[in-house]
């Protein structure tokens, strides 16, 4: 089963691809979201990254947390569960 982090303070530059390559080091990267202002559209600087499986999840985790990321110190950490609508 897959497993969702989230990346945070990272650089306006972000995009997807990039992260996707900088996740992919630690494995198979399902789908990457940015987070941003639904109203404004404008970054938060974080992401969820979606991991194949909890393995590579903790690897991204200990491989990634508190990195430099275009002079950046970025965090990454397991998403939390949120209650889907409609169920």
Do not use: C, H, Q, W
């Not at 989230?6 to 996740?23: D, H, I």
């Not at 789908?31 to 690897?59: K, P």
């Not at 275009?70 to 889907?84: F, N, P, Q």
Request: net charge positive.
């Amino acid at each position: 089963m897959s497993t969702r982090l989230y990346a945070g303070n990272l650089p306006l530059s972000v995009s997807a691809e990039t992260l996707a390559v900088k996740f992919g080091r630690f494995g198979t990267v399902m789908s990457v979201t940015l987070d941003s202002n639904t109203v404004t559209g404008s970054s938060r600087r974080g992401a969820f990254v979606e991991m194949r499986d909890a393995l590579e999840a903790a690897r991204a985790i200990d491989g990634l947390n508190f990195a430099s990321f275009d002079g950046r110190v970025m965090s990454v950490y397991k998403a939390l569960a949120t209650a889907r609508s409609g169920n």
